[in-house]
């Protein structure tokens, strides 16, 4: 597979980091954890106006008709800014919604007039009551304050269910986790009836297309995370000094910083070949997205702590913006099945 940016692509890029670097400094992620907002107004704005959430939309859908390759060039940038804002998560279900024929809200989504946000961790259950379903239980991990819908998993007796679920109509309470940038909720549906045609998908494939996708996303913001973490050690080993040396000079830190750079072409290797695979529908799709997801996730983790280790006393204060990226990594190890399990999966394919 080829492995450069297009122009098109490259821009992409380009122009999203340059937005992110004005319009989502450390002081805004900082400002907005100490208020418990999701996410700045303005931020979602000028994210929207770039195309971001329709991004991977058909264009038939008011969206741009690109990929997943394009998506995970933006998650990548909203995880080096350590961003906050349900936009991944938007732009999936804006998506999800596009390729099962439902697409009443997708131009509202592609737009960033609707905020949307996926319910898939946890334990919620469906059953079937003549042409209702009917949900009950607890989904956790969600970005929900902010949304206007939630893309409910619902096991059933007839198999897994994506349903689409107003988020007023469910209860929403916060969760305190390690992670600062973003805010996190559960989400408790008690007796919830949904019409069946509120039923996005019952496609086992779908389903699975859908949450590998999730996966690599998440990859491709622990890349970002990574990248900004590399940034900032060797950017401090230069300028730290110990017996009379710049820290950068000596061997075992080279060595360090060497193993986070081999991590990170690892992960970008693995990343971007996972998206082309499910852009491409083929059949190696499904364990590239494992690879991925447990080499990216756990490596960028490991990553931080070399990063922490690097920078010394300076990287245990809250002053200092290492922990958000730290926080970030170590929960973003945990969405969407830790490495363990995509290893298990990665075992269980190969037999």
Known sequence: MDFELTEEQAALREVSRSMLAVSC???????????????????????????????????????????LVELCLVAEEIGRAAAPGAFVDSALIALALARQGKPELVPALAAGDLKASWAHHGSVAGSYDADELVLSGRATAVQAAAADWLLVTAASDKGRRLVLVKRTLASVEPRRTLDETRRWYDVVLDGLRVRAADVVSAD?????????????????????????????????????EQFGRPLGSFQSVKHKVADMLTTLKGARAATYYAAMALDAGVAEATAGSSAAKAFTADGVAALAGEALQAHGGIGFTWEHDLHLYLRRAKVNEMLYGAAAEHYERLVALME
């Open 25 to 67: 400094p450390p002081q805004l992620v900082r400002s907005l954890a100490s208020a418990g907002k999701d996410v700045d107004d303005k931020l979602w704005q000028r994210g929207a106006e770039l195309g971001w959430i329709g991004i991977a939309v058909p264009e038939e859908h008011d969206g741009a008709g690109q990929g």
């Open 204 to 240: 086992e494939a779908e389903i699975g297309w859908l949450t590998d996708a999730a996966a690599v996303l998440t990859a491709a913001d622990s890349l970002g995370v990574g990248e900004r973490l590399l940034e900032m050690t060797v950017g401090y080993v230069k300028v730290r």
